[in-house]
DNA sequence: AACAAAATAGACCAATCGGTCAAATTATTA
DNA sequence: TAATAATTTGACCGATTGGTCTATTTTGTT
């Protein structure tokens, strides 16, 4: 009967998140199972009980973990806009967000992950693989819900845009090609 | 008065290509220094005499061969081609023809790089933004001199696009993502 | 030939890597 | 409450990490 917050974080979560935060800044190799016990407190035999697949299995689970992060705050910031491209735009302006509000330690959430080689974990490789599948099918069917022509292969457009414009906001340390993404969407776009 | 070919590639060079090959494919963090010392044959002693600055170092350096080879075969793709469209639809398929060679395996040389956070080897964070400050300055210079508008933003769109659609070619294993940028070109490029 | 500088060679180091395992503890069910 | 299952705990393991250091060999210069 201990005084326990409302919420109480299971112990399996808490490794997938803070493997999530690590995996996306550093990748998969730069992601240590010794740093997540540390900085989470948890033993590694709990890590092992709960992952018997090991640093293969918990980084599978924290690239769907990131993939479903990533793709509600995209919807969270396309809801209740009147255009399309108004709606990616938002898109757009929440990735700046994040990268000022991290000092440019943000990155793409997956492609970390997915850029690396891997034909050694080709789980964690699946899990990138499902994870832009459900992004790439879920712009489609927004952008073909408000009537736009050639919906696939616009969405993939611009997922490339996104992924490509955040590797490139990394690198240089400031949003230029994240603001050139939205005058572009202008371009390509019907306007209101 | 050694029997030896015509070429003779230095220590370092050797270093600096195996070490470039390693980081395309699996970043920072994944490229390891016993393991470029191994597959060369080059003692321990040799490396640290030839960069003092270590990994950091020679990971710089190999930033920098990355670049310029990749720039390199862009130029080489693009030239005498007849449209600016032409010549940029080259480089993509030049980038189809790596990918397919290495089963996918071949990615974005410097992304590997640049996408893993970097607070820490500024050494390499900094080659990094030069590569892709050289590869955006000759992009525009090459829609410039052909009369685009907007050569600059232009030119980031494209980059942007490339980077992007390299990751989503790895996480996928297919080109479709790479030729969906094909035809996006013919849209925002003048015909012929 | 003699000397110095450059380069090669590899043994050795502490630290960390991912992973195993047996014991202790807590929760659950009978 | 007794038995059982789920979970936590942390010591321990071999392998590998990036790096240092002292010889030895090769090369260049006079």
Do not use: W
Not at 13 to 36: H, P, Q, V, W
Not at 42 to 58: A, D, M, V, W
Not at 93 to 114: H, K, N, R, V, W
Not at 133 to 152: H, P, Q, R, T, V
């Amino acid at each position: 009967m201990t005084m326990e917050t409302a919420e109480q974080i299971s112990t399996r979560d808490r490794l997938i998140e803070k493997a999530s935060k690590l995996m996306e800044r550093k990748g998969y190799f730069g992601t240590g199972i010794n740093e997540i016990l540390k900085e989470t407190g948890i033993p590694k035999g709990s890590l092992y009980h709960h992952f018997p697949g090991g640093k293969n299995e918990l980084l599978k689970e924290a690239v769907i973990y990131s993939g479903k992060r990533q793709l509600r705050a995209y919807s969270d910031a396309m809801m209740g806009k009147k255009t399309v491209a108004n709606g990616l735009k938002a898109v757009i302006d929440y990735i700046i967000e994040q990268f000022l509000e991290t000092d440019f330690q943000y990155s793409c959430p997956i492609g970390a992950i997915a850029i690396e080689s891997a034909t050694e974990n080709k789980v964690v490789k699946d899990a990138c693989q499902q994870a832009y599948e459900k992004m790439e099918k879920s712009f489609e069917a927004y952008l073909n819900l408000n009537g736009i022509e050639d919906s696939l292969s616009t969405a993939r457009i611009i997922i490339n845009m996104i992924e490509g414009g955040s590797i490139l906001t990394k690198a240089h340390g400031n949003i230029e090609h994240l603001k050139v993404i939205k005058d572009h969407l202008n371009k390509i776009l019907p306007e209101s």
